[in-house]
């Protein structure tokens, strides 16, 4: 487990492990790639290993702090074609190393989140064309949601380093 509290127990604990598990198969996924290799397209799409792992990053940190504060959390204000494309690559300064340094932040911070939050609480949903009008989410569909789109893009990844170099991580 990525969390140092190693005593959660019940749906805690089950929430725990499989974010951890699904945060695993993606890291291991990009093992041993250099910068290059981990910008590279390999498909018809245009993801690239690092701008999954970048994406599934931020992704975690924009759910966790909706599970935190509400929709408020979203700053749909500062939204642009250009901050969703470069969300999708490295920029310059970026590394392979520095995504995964800062997804472990992020994971950290989340972690602490399962352990501590009311998993009861609920939230309006930002409005969006791909949100029902009006429906609410508590922490624990949040957490469902992260952990669902880890999963999701860990298997994008795992296509993405077989094209690339014929590694597998869960075949």
């Known amino acids: ?5 190693t005593t959660l127990t019940g749906e805690r604990a089950d929430l725990m492990q499989t974010l951890d ?17 981990a910008t590279q ?13 970048k994406h599934v990053a931020h992704t975690e940190a924009h759910w966790a702090a909706f599970a935190q504060r509400g929709a408020k959390a979203f700053d749909t204000g500062n939204w642009s074609a250009e901050a969703w494309q470069a969300e ?12 995964l340094a800062e997804y472990e932040d992020i994971a950290r911070r989340t972690d602490g989140l399962v352990a501590t939050l009311d998993l009861d ?14 429906a609410h989410w508590s922490v624990r569909r949040t957490l469902l949601h992260i952990i669902a789109e880890t999963a999701q893009h ?11 170099d014929g590694q597998k991580t869960m075949g």
């Open 21 to 37: 598990k699904h945060r695993g198969f993606l890291r291991y996924t990009v093992r041993g790639l250099s910068d290059e290799q």
């Open 41 to 53: 397209r390999t498909t018809a799409s245009e993801l690239t290993l690092a701008g999954l792992l």
């Open 154 to 164: 860990a298997g994008h990844a795992d296509i993405l380093r077989e094209s690339l």
């Open 88 to 99: 999708w690559s490295l920029q310059p300064g970026e590394t392979l190393a520095s995504v």
């Open 121 to 134: 609480t609920s939230y309006a949903l930002p409005p969006a064309p791909w949100f029902e009008p009006g």
């Open 1 to 5: 487990m990525t969390t140092t509290d």
